[in-house]
Nanobody
Framework: QVQLVESGGGLVQAGGSLRLSCAAS????????MGWFRQAPGKEREFVAA????????YYADSVKGRFTISRDNAKNTVYLQMNSLKPEDTVVYYC?????????????????WGQGTQVTVSS
């Protein structure tokens, strides 16, 4: 089992920045690829960003490319999502996820473990 706990969400004005963190415990963190997803009420979970187990490979949804950066610190068992130039449409709950493997995974169905989510609200 892998336990994931997100933090760092909150309220920010449009154009501002937030950094989400996801702390993992329970298994060897470096064995897992990590991803960030987001979900609005009544909608399917949407891919945001993914990072390989080593951090050497990243991938982003077009909607966040150039604004968001995913990174990880395997020594701290933590993955981050730096979000810059935030827009009101970025207002949703953000989830981190873990999948044992060496690739980058963009489909939420591929992931094995999920955090509880953290709310991000961007005011216009």
């Amino acid at each position: 089992q892998v336990q994931l706990v997100e933090s760092g969400g909150g309220l920010v004005q449009a154009g501002g920045s937030l950094r989400l963190s996801c702390a993992a415990s329970g298994r060897t963190f470096s064995n897992y690829a990590m991803g960030w997803f987001r979900q609005a009420p009544g909608k399917e979970r949407e891919f945001v960003a993914a990072i390989s187990w080593s951090g050497g490979s990243t991938y982003y949804a077009d909607s966040v490319k150039g604004r968001f950066t995913i990174s990880r610190d395997n020594a701290k068992n933590t993955v981050y999502l730096q979000m810059n130039s935030l827009k009101p449409e970025d207002t949703v709950v953000y989830y981190c996820a873990a999948k044992r493997g060496t690739g980058r995974y963009t489909n939420y169905e591929q992931y094995d473990y999920w955090g509880q989510g953290t709310q991000v609200t961007v005011s216009s």
